[in-house]
């Protein structure tokens, strides 16, 4: 029964670090958007707009008149480790996370005076070796099944948009105490046999 016992803790202890090795980018299931924004489909075309290039082409795009959010839907239940967004430029983003579609928590705010480019898409990343990569954004890594973008407010030029969103994350840790558990079930099954 040691040994069972050793086993179990042994197993968990690997889950335990392995699980942040083991991020990867969960599928982004669906976007959905608000009333009021033209070309929600583009959010989720697996393109990254180019650096620069017009914030109405082949993006999911709204102005200032509209309370625009553009809202993806994760395959399942995760624990969001980082995010690489494209945006217009000279605006005021926020980026939440829920579990449940009605609570929902901030991870990012992308400040209007950030990015790399003038005019036009800007693509930001929170991930360190990412090329976007800006060491001025603080992500927060939240549980989520649904991640939404809005705009914070106006005090950039009022033409809001979309390209693209990738997240990596680590499944949610109940998944991960489920697997070890089932393994040391079947350590314990193959002790009790063994003897």
Known sequence: MKQV???AAVLLGLFATLAPAQAATPPLVSVTCSAG???CAFALDDQFPPEGQQWQDQTAWWTSDVNGSVTYQLDSTYMLTGL???????????IEASVDGNTWVPVLFVWEF??????????FSTIIGNPFFDANLSFTPAMASQIRIVVMDDTGDGLSSVGELQVTAVPEPATWLLMASGLALVGLRRHRRIR
Do not use: E, K, P, R
């Not at 967004?85 to 983003?93: I, P, R």
């Not at 003038?118 to 693509?123: E, I, P």
């Open 84 to 94: 690489t967004v494209s945006l217009d430029n000279n605006d005021a983003y926020l």
């Open 37 to 39: 924004v033209t070309g």
């Open 5 to 7: 016992i050793l086993c």
């Open 114 to 123: 950030l990015g790399n480019v003038f005019d036009g898409m800007d693509t």
